[in-house]
Protein backbone atom coordinates (compact mmCIF):
# COMPACT_ATOMS: atom_id res chain seq x y z
CA UNK A 1 0.00 0.00 0.00
CA UNK A 2 1.09 3.90 0.15
CA UNK A 3 2.52 5.36 2.82
CA UNK A 4 3.14 8.97 4.24
CA UNK A 5 6.50 8.62 5.35
CA UNK A 6 7.06 12.66 6.46
CA UNK A 7 5.62 15.79 6.59
CA UNK A 8 6.88 19.28 5.85
CA UNK A 9 5.93 22.92 7.32
CA UNK A 10 7.31 25.65 5.18
CA UNK A 11 7.06 29.28 4.59
CA UNK A 12 6.06 30.07 1.12
CA UNK A 13 7.81 33.64 1.54
CA UNK A 14 7.50 34.64 -2.90
CA UNK A 15 10.81 36.74 -1.96
CA UNK A 16 12.45 33.26 -1.00
CA UNK A 17 11.10 32.14 -4.89
CA UNK A 18 12.63 35.58 -6.22
CA UNK A 19 16.37 35.26 -4.06
CA UNK A 20 16.43 31.31 -5.64
CA UNK A 21 15.58 32.35 -8.71
CA UNK A 22 18.14 35.09 -9.61
CA UNK A 23 21.00 33.79 -7.48
CA UNK A 24 20.77 35.97 -4.73
CA UNK A 25 21.36 33.25 -2.07
CA UNK A 26 24.83 34.41 -0.93
CA UNK A 27 24.10 38.00 -0.40
CA UNK A 28 24.13 38.85 3.52
CA UNK A 29 20.45 39.21 3.77
CA UNK A 30 20.02 36.07 2.57
CA UNK A 31 22.45 33.65 3.32
CA UNK A 32 21.83 33.14 6.87
CA UNK A 33 18.05 31.45 5.89
CA UNK A 34 19.25 29.49 2.66
CA UNK A 35 22.23 28.46 5.33
CA UNK A 36 19.53 26.69 7.06
CA UNK A 37 18.34 24.27 3.94
CA UNK A 38 21.14 21.74 3.10
CA UNK A 39 20.22 19.46 5.37
CA UNK A 40 16.44 19.88 4.81
CA UNK A 41 17.17 18.42 1.10
CA UNK A 42 18.95 16.04 2.17
CA UNK A 43 16.35 14.49 4.08
CA UNK A 44 14.25 15.16 1.05
CA UNK A 45 16.95 13.48 -1.28
CA UNK A 46 17.10 10.61 0.88
CA UNK A 47 13.17 10.29 1.60
CA UNK A 48 12.87 10.24 -2.30
CA UNK A 49 8.99 10.49 -2.15
CA UNK A 50 7.29 9.54 -5.31
CA UNK A 51 4.06 12.19 -4.30
CA UNK A 52 4.28 14.81 -2.65
CA UNK A 53 0.89 16.02 -1.17
CA UNK A 54 1.00 20.10 -1.04
CA UNK A 55 -1.06 21.74 0.89
CA UNK A 56 -1.27 26.08 0.33
CA UNK A 57 -2.94 28.48 -0.39
CA UNK A 58 -3.99 30.38 -3.59
CA UNK A 59 -2.82 34.48 -4.24
CA UNK A 60 -5.93 35.36 -7.28
CA UNK A 61 -3.51 32.79 -9.31
CA UNK A 62 -6.45 30.14 -9.95
CA UNK A 63 -9.30 31.48 -7.81
CA UNK A 64 -11.01 35.31 -7.71
CA UNK A 65 -13.27 36.34 -5.36
CA UNK A 66 -16.02 35.26 -7.48
CA UNK A 67 -15.18 31.44 -6.50
CA UNK A 68 -13.18 30.50 -3.35
CA UNK A 69 -13.57 26.69 -2.38
CA UNK A 70 -12.52 26.07 1.19
CA UNK A 71 -10.87 23.10 -0.05
CA UNK A 72 -9.74 22.26 -3.90
CA UNK A 73 -7.79 19.46 -4.98
CA UNK A 74 -5.86 19.35 -8.33
CA UNK A 75 -6.05 16.28 -10.10
CA UNK A 76 -4.43 17.19 -13.63
CA UNK A 77 -1.37 15.58 -14.98
CA UNK A 78 0.25 18.98 -14.87
CA UNK A 79 0.41 21.88 -13.02
CA UNK A 80 2.05 24.90 -14.90
CA UNK A 81 3.59 28.02 -12.17
CA UNK A 82 1.03 31.12 -12.01
CA UNK A 83 1.99 34.34 -13.91
CA UNK A 84 1.78 36.88 -11.07
CA UNK A 85 1.61 39.87 -13.00
CA UNK A 86 5.69 39.31 -13.53
CA UNK A 87 5.94 36.46 -15.30
CA UNK A 88 5.44 32.92 -14.16
CA UNK A 89 8.42 31.61 -12.00
CA UNK A 90 11.67 30.58 -13.26
CA UNK A 91 10.77 26.48 -12.14
CA UNK A 92 9.68 23.05 -13.88
CA UNK A 93 5.99 22.62 -14.66
CA UNK A 94 4.74 20.59 -11.64
CA UNK A 95 3.65 16.62 -12.47
CA UNK A 96 0.55 15.68 -11.34
CA UNK A 97 -0.66 11.69 -10.00
CA UNK A 98 -4.12 11.85 -11.13
CA UNK A 99 -4.64 8.17 -10.37
CA UNK A 100 -3.77 8.85 -6.91
CA UNK A 101 -5.40 12.48 -6.66
CA UNK A 102 -8.96 10.83 -7.71
CA UNK A 103 -8.41 8.46 -5.61
CA UNK A 104 -7.88 10.96 -2.69
CA UNK A 105 -10.89 12.55 -4.33
CA UNK A 106 -13.29 9.82 -3.48
CA UNK A 107 -11.99 8.74 -0.68
CA UNK A 108 -12.24 12.23 1.17
CA UNK A 109 -15.56 12.78 -0.09
CA UNK A 110 -17.05 9.87 0.88
CA UNK A 111 -15.02 10.50 4.42
CA UNK A 112 -17.44 13.59 3.99
CA UNK A 113 -14.86 16.74 2.81
CA UNK A 114 -16.60 18.50 0.35
CA UNK A 115 -13.96 19.30 -2.10
CA UNK A 116 -13.99 21.16 -4.99
CA UNK A 117 -12.23 19.24 -7.92
CA UNK A 118 -9.99 20.94 -10.12
CA UNK A 119 -8.81 19.45 -13.81
CA UNK A 120 -6.68 22.93 -14.54
CA UNK A 121 -5.49 25.21 -12.23
CA UNK A 122 -2.12 27.36 -12.35
CA UNK A 123 -0.18 27.08 -8.90
CA UNK A 124 1.59 30.35 -7.31
CA UNK A 125 4.02 30.94 -4.95
CA UNK A 126 1.75 29.93 -2.33
CA UNK A 127 2.82 25.94 -4.09
CA UNK A 128 6.13 26.49 -5.56
CA UNK A 129 8.67 28.37 -2.74
CA UNK A 130 8.37 25.54 -0.91
CA UNK A 131 9.36 22.69 -3.55
CA UNK A 132 12.38 25.00 -4.10
CA UNK A 133 13.02 25.22 -0.42
CA UNK A 134 12.91 21.40 -0.67
CA UNK A 135 14.09 20.52 -3.45
CA UNK A 136 16.65 23.41 -4.64
CA UNK A 137 16.64 24.19 -8.43
CA UNK A 138 16.17 21.17 -10.59
CA UNK A 139 15.74 20.52 -14.31
CA UNK A 140 12.59 18.59 -13.65
CA UNK A 141 11.35 18.18 -10.44
CA UNK A 142 11.96 14.59 -9.25
CA UNK A 143 8.53 13.81 -7.58
CA UNK A 144 4.67 14.18 -8.73
CA UNK A 145 2.57 16.73 -7.39
CA UNK A 146 -0.74 17.01 -5.98
CA UNK A 147 -1.85 20.49 -4.95
CA UNK A 148 -4.56 21.38 -2.27
CA UNK A 149 -5.45 24.71 -2.32
CA UNK A 150 -7.45 25.72 1.08
CA UNK A 151 -8.76 28.64 1.37
CA UNK A 152 -7.31 31.23 3.97
CA UNK A 153 -7.71 34.77 2.42
CA UNK A 154 -11.49 35.21 2.29
CA UNK A 155 -12.95 34.89 5.49
CA UNK A 156 -14.32 32.52 6.80
CA UNK A 157 -11.26 30.07 6.55
CA UNK A 158 -11.53 26.65 7.92
CA UNK A 159 -10.86 26.09 11.21
CA UNK A 160 -7.30 24.28 12.59
CA UNK A 161 -9.75 21.66 13.85
CA UNK A 162 -11.47 20.83 9.94
CA UNK A 163 -7.77 21.30 8.63
CA UNK A 164 -6.08 18.36 11.10
CA UNK A 165 -9.48 16.26 10.68
CA UNK A 166 -8.77 16.60 6.98
CA UNK A 167 -5.14 15.72 7.28
CA UNK A 168 -5.90 12.65 8.98
CA UNK A 169 -8.48 11.41 6.32
CA UNK A 170 -5.97 12.22 3.67
CA UNK A 171 -3.52 9.69 6.21
CA UNK A 172 -6.51 6.77 5.29
CA UNK A 173 -7.50 7.81 2.08
CA UNK A 174 -2.96 7.27 1.07
CA UNK A 175 -2.93 4.12 3.04
CA UNK A 176 -6.40 2.48 1.03
CA UNK A 177 -4.78 3.13 -2.38
CA UNK A 178 -3.21 -0.05 -3.96
CA UNK A 179 -0.15 0.88 -5.31
CA UNK A 180 3.76 0.50 -3.22
CA UNK A 181 4.54 4.06 -3.15
CA UNK A 182 5.67 6.86 -0.68
CA UNK A 183 4.03 10.29 0.27
CA UNK A 184 5.41 13.45 1.72
CA UNK A 185 3.06 16.23 2.71
CA UNK A 186 3.40 19.87 3.06
CA UNK A 187 1.85 22.49 4.81
CA UNK A 188 2.76 25.57 4.26
CA UNK A 189 2.30 29.54 4.37
CA UNK A 190 2.95 31.23 7.72
CA UNK A 191 4.30 31.94 10.21
CA UNK A 192 3.65 35.13 11.73
CA UNK A 193 2.90 38.44 9.58
CA UNK A 194 0.84 40.93 8.53
CA UNK A 195 0.77 42.53 5.21
CA UNK A 196 -1.61 45.43 5.57
CA UNK A 197 -3.59 48.12 7.84
CA UNK A 198 -1.73 49.42 11.59
CA UNK A 199 -0.07 46.47 12.28
CA UNK A 200 1.52 45.51 9.14
CA UNK A 201 4.58 43.79 9.16
CA UNK A 202 4.63 42.09 12.74
CA UNK A 203 5.74 39.37 13.04
CA UNK A 204 5.89 37.21 16.76
CA UNK A 205 8.86 35.02 17.14
CA UNK A 206 7.26 33.60 20.19
CA UNK A 207 4.23 32.41 18.90
CA UNK A 208 5.85 31.05 16.24
CA UNK A 209 8.62 28.90 18.21
CA UNK A 210 5.67 27.59 20.35
CA UNK A 211 3.89 26.74 17.56
CA UNK A 212 6.67 24.62 15.64
CA UNK A 213 7.32 23.20 19.75
CA UNK A 214 3.65 22.34 20.07
CA UNK A 215 2.98 20.07 16.92
CA UNK A 216 5.11 17.31 18.60
CA UNK A 217 4.91 18.86 21.96
CA UNK A 218 1.23 20.06 22.56
CA UNK A 219 -0.84 19.22 19.46
CA UNK A 220 -3.94 19.43 21.19
CA UNK A 221 -3.66 22.84 22.12
CA UNK A 222 -3.03 23.91 18.08
CA UNK A 223 -5.99 21.54 16.90
CA UNK A 224 -8.33 24.18 19.20
CA UNK A 225 -6.55 27.58 18.50
CA UNK A 226 -9.74 29.71 17.60
CA UNK A 227 -9.18 32.00 14.40
CA UNK A 228 -9.12 34.90 16.65
CA UNK A 229 -5.92 33.73 18.42
CA UNK A 230 -3.94 33.64 15.08
CA UNK A 231 -4.99 36.68 14.09
CA UNK A 232 -4.12 38.85 17.44
CA UNK A 233 -0.85 36.89 17.88
CA UNK A 234 0.36 36.50 14.33
CA UNK A 235 -1.17 38.61 12.47
CA UNK A 236 -4.29 38.77 9.96
CA UNK A 237 -1.79 36.48 7.52
CA UNK A 238 -0.86 34.55 10.24
CA UNK A 239 -4.13 31.88 9.72
CA UNK A 240 -2.23 30.18 6.96
CA UNK A 241 -0.86 28.70 9.39
CA UNK A 242 -4.13 26.23 9.58
CA UNK A 243 -2.78 24.31 6.95
CA UNK A 244 0.45 23.07 8.89
CA UNK A 245 -1.90 21.10 11.05
CA UNK A 246 -2.98 19.45 7.89
CA UNK A 247 0.35 17.82 7.67
CA UNK A 248 0.37 17.29 11.20
CA UNK A 249 -2.77 15.22 10.76
CA UNK A 250 -1.52 13.18 7.97
CA UNK A 251 1.46 11.64 10.35
CA UNK A 252 -0.89 10.00 12.94
CA UNK A 253 -1.37 10.20 16.39
CA UNK A 254 2.47 10.44 17.20
CA UNK A 255 4.93 12.44 15.38
CA UNK A 256 8.59 13.45 16.22
CA UNK A 257 10.77 15.90 15.00
CA UNK A 258 13.75 15.75 12.47
CA UNK A 259 14.75 19.08 11.45
CA UNK A 260 13.56 22.53 12.36
CA UNK A 261 14.98 26.03 10.91
CA UNK A 262 13.60 29.29 11.53
CA UNK A 263 14.72 32.60 10.62
CA UNK A 264 13.63 36.28 11.10
CA UNK A 265 13.16 38.11 9.08
CA UNK A 266 12.68 36.87 5.16
CA UNK A 267 11.06 39.92 3.79
CA UNK A 268 8.61 40.97 6.75
CA UNK A 269 7.82 37.45 7.30
CA UNK A 270 8.80 35.24 9.69
CA UNK A 271 10.06 32.21 7.99
CA UNK A 272 10.07 28.83 9.37
CA UNK A 273 10.60 25.10 8.14
CA UNK A 274 10.30 22.16 9.95
CA UNK A 275 10.29 18.27 8.99
CA UNK A 276 8.24 15.60 11.01
CA UNK A 277 8.19 12.03 10.95
CA UNK A 278 5.31 9.52 12.29
CA UNK A 279 6.81 8.01 15.35
Not at 33 to 49: C, E, K, T, V
Not at 128 to 135: A, C
Not at 189 to 213: E, K
Amino acid sequence: MARILGGVGASHVPAVGAAIDYGKQDEPYWQPYFAGLPAARQWMADSRPDVCIVAYNDHASAFSLEIIPTFALGVAPRFEPADEAFGPRRVPSLVGHPELAWHLAESLIHDEFDLTIVNEMPVDHGCTVPMSVMFGQPDEWPTRIIPLCVNVIQYPPPTGHRCFELGRAIRRAVESYDEDMTVVVFGTGGMSHQLQGQRAGLINADFDVTFLDDLTGDLQRLVELPHGTYLREAGSEGIELVMWLIMRGALGDEAKEVYRHHHVPTSNTSNGLIILEPA
